[in-house]
C-alpha cells in the first residue's frame, strides 16, 4: 500500500503562488515516479507534473512550464509542488501520485485525496 496526503492548497489571487506538498507512506517511495494531476469541474484529470525516482528529472505540462516547479525529497518521503504566477485557469483540485506509464501517457497508480486549489482574477 501507498498512501499519499496533499497539503497547501486554497485561496489566491492571479499572480500569486501556492506550495502544495504531498506525503508519502513507506519505504518504497524512492521507487516511483512521483507527479501531480489536476482536475477542473466538467474537465478531465489533467497530468502538470512529474519527478522521476533518481537523478533530479522533472518533466511538466505545457500548460504550467516555466511557472511550476516540481521536486521530491525521498529522505523524506515528500514531493512538492511550487506554484507562481498562478492564474485562474489553474482552478482545480490537485492530486498527488505515485505514476506509471501505459505507452502513451503518465497516469496514476496510487492517489492522494486531492486539495483545492483557487485562484481569483
Known amino acids: 500500500q501507498v498512501q499519499l496526503v496533499e497539503s497547501g492548497g486554497g485561496l489566491v489571487q492571479a499572480g500569486g503562488s501556492l506550495r502544495l506538498s504531498c506525503a508519502a507512506s513507506?519505504?518504497?517511495?524512492?521507487?516511483?515516479?512521483m507527479g501531480w494531476f489536476r482536475q477542473a469541474p466538467g474537465k478531465a484529470r489533467e497530468f502538470v507534473a512529474g519527478?522521476?525516482?533518481?537523478?533530479?528529472?522533472?518533466f511538466y505540462a505545457d500548460s504550467v512550464k516555466g511557472r511550476f516547479t516540481i521536486s521530491r525529497d525521498n529522505a523524506q518521503n515528500t514531493v512538492h509542488l511550487q506554484m507562481n504566477s498562478l492564474k485562474p485557469e489553474d482552478t482545480a483540485v490537485y492530486y498527488c501520485?505515485?505514476?506509471?506509464?501505459?505507452?502513451?501517457?503518465?497516469?496514476?497508480?496510487?492517489w492522494g485525496q486531492g486539495t483545492q486549489v483557487t485562484v481569483s482574477s
Open positions: 513507506g519505504r518504497i517511495f524512492s521507487s516511483w515516479n
Open positions: 519527478a522521476r525516482v533518481s537523478g533530479g528529472g522533472t
Open positions: 501520485a505515485a505514476l506509471k506509464w501505459d505507452g502513451r501517457n503518465w497516469g496514476g497508480q496510487y
